[in-house]
């Protein structure tokens, strides 16, 4: 494939993970797209997007995984972790249940792949302050126990979203050197996940998807 052709400086792929509902997949599509869509439907196996950004004048392509959070609708995880470099681990801050769950994405996460370099826990939905459950006091201290950075987001309204994904972009960048990352085995692998995905459009915007068993 031409664009395949080595001309990217920095190829990252980093995993969102969270429950069901949490705004995975609206995350995702503000930071890639910058859409949102009120009627989104769960998502089945995984999808990927691409979104180029700039670090320090240098060119970084952050491909972004999204899978359900529902168990039945999960892919197989291991080829979802595999070769991560960061991560997103997303509750909702309406949802209490969803907050509870984040040691277990994070057991799982630890379990599947010692690639991250940089792990942002993401309290999402801040636009509706008024049925709040989880406090941001308590989510900055969940991430502090934990050794995560921490942010809250709308993916609704826009806020933070670029930042959540930008802060954890710019810590991968400066924790790894280029030649590791941009070594061909990771590059490759990278590939041919790639090649087994659908090319959605010429632009750098590309959707794998895979069927649940
Ligand atoms: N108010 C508000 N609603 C949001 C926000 N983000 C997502 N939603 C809504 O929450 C619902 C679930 O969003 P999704 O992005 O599909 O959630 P998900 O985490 O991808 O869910 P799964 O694919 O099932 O794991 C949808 O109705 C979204 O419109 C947000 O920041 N604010
Ligand atoms: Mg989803």
């Avoid at 710019?170 to 590059?187: A, G, H, M, Q």
Wanted: charged share 30%.
């Amino acid at each position: 494939m031409a664009e395949e052709g080595g001309g990217d400086e920095y190829l990252f792929k980093i995993v969102v993970i969270g429950d069901s509902a949490v705004g995975k997949s609206n995350l995702l599509a503000r930071f890639a797209r910058d859409e949102f869509d009120h009627n989104s439907k769960a998502t089945i196996g995984v999808e990927f997007q691409t979104r180029v950004v700039e670090v320090d004048g240098k060119e970084v392509k952050a491909q972004v995984w999204d899978t359900a959070g529902q168990e039945r609708f999960r892919a197989v995880t291991s080829a979802y972790y595999r070769g991560a470099v960061g991560a997103l681990v997303v509750y909702d801050i309406t949802r209490k249940d969803t907050f509870h769950s984040i040691k277990r994405w994070l057991d799982e996460l630890h379990t599947q792949c010692d690639t991250t370099f940089a792990k942002m826990l993401v309290g999402n939905k801040r636009d509706l302050e008024n049925i709040r459950e989880v406090s941001v006091e308590e989510g900055k201290s969940l991430a502090e126990e934990e050794g995560l950075f921490f942010i809250e987001t709308s993916a609704l309204d826009s806020t933070n979203v670029n930042n959540a994904f930008e802060v954890v972009i710019r810590e991968i960048y400066e924790k790894v050197s280029r030649k590791t990352l941009n070594s061909d085995p990771y590059k490759k692998e990278l590939s041919t996940d790639r090649a087994r995905g659908i090319d959605l459009s010429k632009q750098n915007i590309r959707s794998f998807s895979c069927c649940s068993r």
